[in-house]
DNA sequence: GGCGCTATCATACGAACGTTTGAAGGAGGT
DNA sequence: ACCTCCTTCAAACGTTCGTATGATAGCGCC
């Protein structure tokens, strides 16, 4: 159970927190080399600079992400039970990993083109549930609309949630670290995207 | 239509658009003095500091989303009418000012408490989204559920597909610049927002 | 005319930034 | 033993940061 701990293991754990609590810029390579207890040079060592460190924190949390929504959008079930499993891996990948959000958060504020790895990942899990959403309308399960669309509307409401927390937790005062709240609001967005995609013949005309 | 262009002013439409793009941390008052065409000691003496000149950017801001979702909750018609115009209000107002967005998000993504007046602000729009969503369960036109994580879903659809534009349009190539896009966009979510509060006899047990 | 107040200016300050440097360690192969 | 390669180290590099300083100008008012 014990970590060796190399170098670069150290800085990507350090780089991760710090990055997601303050930002690219927001972070000083002297921080992270001091809160990994590691040479002010390591960085440029084992990285090049403290850009592609950076990258290799993103990169190293965006998989995390894509294994849980990939696995739950390839689950069994309805198109509309798997799509609800695909919203509750998201609530629960960000709450076993408090660092993800911010750190997306802050990657999306910047003003500058996704990683090419991030877009495809993203492109990948719109387009798995624009797939589910269109089965399911194919199987007469799922109302009319565009899926695309229809999937923008399902998979906002798990990462703005999670993504936004804080104010959240702040503005609502809706506290996601506690579990029992957490559960009824991930029921209840669960209730409202089931509600939001099914057919229901008398409000249509 | 002539603008004298105040000192102040320059500096509070150079920051807005700077910090926006660039976030906090990534701008430097002497960006911002010169992109303002000012005195680079024209941000201390007008506003202290630059912590002080970002607070003026994002209280600015928010008093323009303010107004917008306040006056569209407060409007006429059904609950679910006044819903559907705060989502639909929401949109409209990240559109026709592009930096709010991404300074929303960047101010989001730094972990410290919002600033007393943003928290407020937030609180009076959840506050009032759970309000008309109670008065509907009252009257009998929007189904069960806890008001307030309800809003929060009716909330997030509006505000992550206007943050998170940038990335939506590279990830599932929505462009939300071009109108005829936006347009139907905006309705699909409208129309999600509509089947997941209404009540469906048939769906309850 | 001279005074006081506000605003703008060029410049300077010390601190912190990301990165570079060159020397020192330390394990593995011959 | 010696050489080699990878890694770590303390120190320094030049740049940029936010803010402070003191001089200068414009303008209303006694």
Chains 1, 2 share one sequence.
């Not at 930002?23 to 002010?40: C, F, H, K, P």
């Not at 990993?97 to 083109?113: G, N, V």
């Not at 104010?167 to 005062?173: D, N, T």
């Amino acid at each position: 159970m014990y970590k060796p701990a190399s170098t670069s293991e150290s800085l990507i754990d350090a780089a991760r927190s710090l990055f997601a609590q303050h930002g690219y810029d927001g972070t000083s390579v002297r921080a992270i080399t001091e809160q990994a207890g590691v040479n002010l040079g390591a960085i440029t060592y084992h990285f090049g600079s403290k850009e592609s460190l950076y990258e290799a924190v993103l990169v190293s949390a965006n998989a995390a992400v894509d294994r849980g929504v990939m696995a739950a959008a390839a689950g069994p079930g309805s198109p509309l039970d798997r799509i609800c499993g695909v919203v509750r891996a998201l609530f629960g990948v960000f709450a076993e990993q408090p660092d993800y959000p911010q750190l997306i958060m802050h990657e999306l504020a910047r003003s500058r083109p996704l990683p090419e790895e991030l877009r495809q990942a993203l492109e990948r899990r719109i387009g798995a549930l624009a797939t589910l959403i269109g089965e399911g309308q194919a199987d007469g399960s799922i109302r009319g609309g565009d899926p695309l669309l229809m999937a923008l509307s399902v998979g906002s409401q798990p990462l703005w949630i999670s993504l936004a927390a804080r104010p959240i937790r702040e503005g609502a005062r809706i506290d996601q670290d506690d579990p029992e709240t957490r559960g009824r609001l991930v029921e209840s967005v669960v209730a409202f995207v089931r509600e939001g995609l099914a057919v229901h013949p008398e409000t249509e005309e």
